[in-house]
């Protein structure tokens, strides 16, 4: 079992940059190196949405249209630590980040662990 903590949000203003973490924990048998790992979002009365994929590697990496140039996910195996730095942020960013361990897929229900959100508020 992996247990994930994310970390990093708050409170910002639009154009402005937050950097969230999400710091694993293994239990027996896993192995953060061997999950890829994804970042998800979801905002009040909306269904959770697939935001950015780092393979095991962290040698690929796919995001949503909406945050392609803007928000860019990376690793640290060594820290067992998977980062999300968002730039050039939107009030319509605003949501419940999470991050997930699993396949390099878009569909959350291919995610084996998920942590338990960190809010992140853009103001206008």
């Known amino acids: 079992q992996l247990q994930l903590v994310e970390s990093g949000g708050g409170l910002v203003q639009a154009g402005g940059s937050l950097r969230l973490s999400c710091a694993a924990s293994?239990?027996?048998?896993?192995?953060?190196?061997?999950?890829?790992m994804g970042w998800f979002r979801q905002a009040p009365g909306k269904e959770r949405e697939f935001v950015a994929v780092?393979?095991?590697?962290?040698?690929?990496?796919y995001y949503a249209d909406s945050m392609k140039g803007r928000f860019t996910i990376s690793r640290d195996n060594a820290k067992k630590t998977v980062f999300l730095q968002m730039n050039t942020l939107k009030p319509e960013d605003t949501a419940v980040y999470y991050c997930?361990?699993?396949?390099?897929?878009?569909?959350?229900?291919?995610?084996?662990?998920w942590g338990q959100g960190t809010q992140v508020t853009v103001s206008s």
């Open positions: 997930a361990a699993g396949t390099f897929r878009v569909d959350p229900a291919l995610y084996d662990y």
């Open positions: 293994e239990r027996t048998f896993t192995t953060f190196s061997s999950y890829a």
């Open positions: 780092i393979s095991w590697s962290g040698d690929n990496t």
